[in-house]
């Protein structure tokens, strides 16, 4: 997008993140054919409607979404590209990503309408198991970013495969949270 179309379409104060503030913020414009930016899945907290065009919406940490962008001139398309994010924790590493502020931990990032519409065929297909796609296990979307990147099928996300992924939540947080070495070993001493 070109530096012109962006300040027409940015008239008026967007309201930003605020130090204290742990919600992730999503500026969503629709300007038909031009720039449609829309949420695909994801639970907002809060909704911001600035004008006809432009709303913001803001995640609480944790929570995961899935952001499409996609926007075109008169010789056609621009960009077209989905990214499924999980809002991080103030002081949380994260990776930035236009429109989205502070920014997050992206899980998929795909580009290109052919492989868009096959992760949207897989959200369907999540959808259809009776599984909402914001509750999938995190490392479902790294796999089906990783599989797509190759030109490989990626695995369906399964109700035995989320009911795994929901155990496993409940038990922590993963390998940080596992038994710690013997104070000698972490001294640099060995047996």
């Not at 996609?70 to 809002?87: H, M, Q």
């Not at 796999?143 to 922590?172: D, I, M």
Request: aromatic letters at 8%; a positive charge.
């Amino acid at each position: 997008m070109t530096g012109n179309a962006a300040a027409r379409v940015h008239i008026g104060p967007v309201p930003i993140a605020h130090a204290s503030d742990d919600l992730t913020y999503v500026e969503l414009t629709w300007v038909e054919k031009r720039i449609e930016n829309w949420i695909r899945f994801g639970r907002p907290a809060r909704e911001q409607v600035l004008d006809r065009h432009r709303r913001v919406l803001s995640f609480r940490t944790g929570s995961i979404f899935a952001f499409v962008r996609w926007a075109a001139n008169d010789f056609g398309t621009l960009i077209s590209r989905i990214d499924i994010v999980r809002a991080v924790e103030p002081g949380e590493p994260y990776q930035t990503l236009p429109f989205v502020r502070p920014g997050g931990d992206i899980l998929l990032k795909i580009e290109g309408w052919p492989k868009i519409e096959q992760v949207l065929r897989h959200i369907d297909a999540v959808e259809a198991a009776g599984i909402q796609p914001q509750e999938v296990a995190p490392d479902h979307w790294r796999h089906v970013a990783n599989r797509l990147s190759v030109g490989e099928v990626p695995r369906a996300y399964t109700v035995a495969r989320h009911q795994a992924w929901l155990k496993r939540r409940e038990v922590g947080p993963g390998p940080q949270s596992g038994p710690k070495a013997p104070a000698e070993l972490s001294e640099g001493r060995t047996r």
